[in-house]
């Protein structure tokens, strides 16, 4: 199988964009989420969350954007061609819809990962008002203007059922942090965690406990003056019988780091292992068990 405009339902559903705005409160409340608490969105009022921005969660991110939706990898379409959405794309959704099945078609540049796109497009969506709630499914459209604000390009068609969207939205909403992000990742994977502040998670699975620590550095490889400092800020730390996990999530260990950390007894799990946990493969036990 393959994208599909819709799920072949005979049943089409004429509706028009301009709507009276006279909404429920339920779906106001979703609607102001979406304008003002969105990760990504230029709003101070959003939760500036890192996740939603590093390459190393996107694919991991969209499984549950996916997930929350109800949607297959064939409702979802992403158009990298810079010239936005085909005509096609666009006219098949304007006017009417089929309220059976749920469809995500939207643009992607090389500048930002997928889920960033995605909820930009549906902030945009409702933000310049092409939008409407057609017996329970949100229809929106993001379209890129001109100078002159003539039509330049569409940029994103969604078709999805309201509930399911606005309980994606309260989820992203409530991610306040780098380290809920990890919390939810760490008791899916049968963890009891305890979360110490943004970026310091107390973690325990079968008797044996972590004190995990996340760090963003730049640069393609880890730093050894990154890890030294890391090491010089963790060394007050008493070990209780605790494993020290420091986490990296967008830079790769070298051999040098590596063996830094061991010695000071402190296990690493960079970009490369933290794409294998995103999958749902267990590694802090295989990481301790060399420090
Ligand atoms: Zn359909």
Redesign the pocket.
Known sequence: MSFQY????PNKYEYNIFHDGCFDNETNNLLLNCLWRLPETHSIQANCNTIFSIDTYSDYLMKLLMEKLSVTEDDVKIVTDSAGLSKNDVEFYEEEI?L??T?LVFSKSKKRITIQEFLRHLRNCIAHGRFNIVRGIFIGFDMVLDNNSNLSKYTAVIKVPFDNLSNLVTDICNIADIGDFYIMLLNDLGYLTKKENEDTILAEKDGVKYLIKIRHYSGRYINKSDVVNFINEIDHIENKGLYFVLIVDSTYETKETKLFLQEKHVAVLDKSSLKELLTGKDLFNEICSGI
């Not at 819709?6 to 339902?9: E, F, L």
């Open positions: 819709c799920c072949k339902n089929c059976n099945c469809k």
